[in-house]
């Protein structure tokens, strides 16, 4: 029991966003600012988004080990966002921060106040505007080059936000968006390593939105599992009370 609820630790987390090696290049790279600011363009550009003030996210999860799940996504400016998977039989597992406090709560483990680096994690994801400052949510993040995620061409980014880790982001040369993410150790091992793909975009009102995301999660002790989630329904600027982010009581 200890153990399925560190897992589905690991899968509440990983679905809160993402491997490859990067090939060794000598070209010449274009400035950093160029590709972040194509990203932006490409996810519905600076203005639209941020005329944006919440967002709400529904989909469906399936996974070879743990089955199928309802999801939902719920995000508020500035800062304030909770995620919740539904699995048949186990409950709500959440994972949310209300401005000030990182908290998770599921069947298994309860309540939990986050701290350290975890906290920062979730205060760094939840920030509604990220996408628009993404060298202030991610200190030090640089191009270190080039790769391919399928067939297709990227920009590799990456910066570490916390001791520790590695975050990546690889940006499609064809349409600036981010197609991969990558949260790894430091120090190269796989145990730990979260990749997220992203692909079937789709523009909903003001923003473009990927409606499939595929999780390869490796656990701490080295075992793998992938999950997907399929987006179904896709709001923005719906009244979102501040009790939806609350910490739940112990």
Do not use: C
Not at 67 to 91: D, F, H, S, Y
Not at 112 to 123: D, L, M, N, Q, S
Not at 173 to 184: D, F, L, T, V
Not at 189 to 195: A, H, K, M, Y
């Amino acid at each position: 029991m200890e153990r399925t609820a560190r897992l589905l630790s690991l899968v509440a987390t990983a679905l809160g966003v993402a491997a490859i090696s990067l090939n060794a290049v000598d070209e010449t790279l274009p400035p950093l600012k160029t590709i972040l600011d194509r990203y932006v363009e490409a996810s519905g550009g600076r203005q639209a988004l941020e005329s944006l003030k919440s967002l709400t996210l529904k989909g469906e999860v399936s996974s070879p080990m743990f089955g199928a799940a309802k999801w939902q996504l719920m995000a508020k400016a500035p800062n304030k966002r909770v995620m919740i998977t539904t699995m048949e039989g186990m409950g709500d597992m959440k994972e949310g921060f209300d401005g000030k406090v990182a908290w998770s709560s599921s069947p298994f483990t309860g309540v939990v106040v986050k701290e350290g680096a975890e906290a920062e994690k979730a205060a760094r994801e939840a920030d509604f505007y990220r996408d628009l400052h993404m060298e202030k949510a991610y200190p030090g993040l640089h191009l270190v080059g080039t790769d391919k995620v399928g067939d297709e061409p990227v920009w590799v980014a990456e910066a570490k936000p916390v001791a520790g880790t590695i975050e990546r982001f690889f940006f499609s040369q064809k349409s600036g968006h981010i197609i991969q993410h990558e949260s790894a150790p430091a120090d190269g091992s796989e145990g730990g390593r979260t990749v997220a793909r992203f692909s079937d975009f789709r523009t909903v009102g003001k923003q473009v939105v990927p409606h499939q995301i595929d999780l390869q999660i490796t656990t701490p002790d080295g075992n793998s599992f992938t999950i997907q989630i399929k987006i179904t329904e896709v709001k923005h600027n719906v009244p979102l009370d501040d009790s939806l982010f609350a910490k739940p009581a112990a």
